[in-house]
């Protein structure tokens, strides 16, 4: 296995090139991100913590105007190197107000601590404008008791589903560990209305079986501003 761990929200620059690599996590995640979106064409859209840039490229060839944030330099020079260094912000501060159409967290809110979960949907909320959506997905919480997925091998569960915790699990496709933050669905629901978000709808990446378990790997909510 793989020495790498990834136990602060900054040191994701030390898997990017395993998170370039995704596949069966791009085939499942962003592909079914891309379906929710319909017509791109001249969307303005962020990617907000978008990484080495992998689903920005693809937004981008369909059309949309695509921008990048996120807290990691090396990522952000990665993502710069798909889209164009003139579509990154390389601070939080740079992102315009009211500005987008669309707006995507994947796989950001599920690895940092409540506080910053909440200042991200702020900030999201403020630069969608009125009418814009948010997309924000993460692994699906009602994987906690199960051991192994197509993509992640978790330890039994020392809390209960109800309970925010943080757990240490595997990540299979790249063999490297992550902490990852479990909160409840409810929790992430209570949290989107206090910020001023309308959750629209919610949606799950296709189901699959495996050790006799149906899976379905990651949840995306649908918000409205
Ligand atoms: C698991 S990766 C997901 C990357 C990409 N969204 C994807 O779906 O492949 C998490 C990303 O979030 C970024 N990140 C972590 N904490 C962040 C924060 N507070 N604000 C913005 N980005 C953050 C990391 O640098 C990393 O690129």
């Known amino acids: 296995m793989s020495e790498k761990l990834v136990s602060e929200e900054t040191e994701w620059n030390k898997v990017a090139e395993e998170l370039d690599a995704e596949k069966i996590k791009l085939a499942f995640y962003d592909s079914t991100v891309i379906s929710l979106l319909g017509n791109l064409k001249s969307k303005k859209v962020l990617d907000y913590g978008g990484g080495p840039g992998v689903l920005a490229i693809a937004l981008k060839k369909l059309g949309a105007d695509v921008k990048e944030y996120d807290i ?77 997925t197509n993509l992640d091998l978790r330890p039994t569960p020392t809390h209960k589903y109800e309970e925010n915790h943080s757990y240490m699990k595997t990540k299979k496709e790249g063999m490297y560990e992550i902490i990852e933050n479990h909160r409840p669905i409810e929790w992430y629901e209570q949290m989107y209305k206090e910020v001023g978000l309308t959750l629209e709808d919610t949606f799950f990446t296709p189901e699959y079986e495996l050790k006799g378990r149906k899976i379905k790997d990651f949840i995306i909510f649908k918000l409205k501003r």
């Open 72 to 148: 990691s330099e090396d990522m952000l020079k990665q993502a710069a190197e798909k889209i164009g260094e003139e579509n990154i912000y390389h601070s939080v501060e740079d992102i315009p107000q009211e500005e987008f159409d669309f707006i995507i967290c994947n796989l950001v809110l599920c690895i940092v601590f409540e506080n910053e979960v909440r200042r991200i949907v702020e900030k999201i909320k403020n630069s969608l404008h009125q009418g814009g959506f948010a997309f924000i997905g993460f692994c699906n919480p009602k994987l906690l008791n199960v051991p192994e």
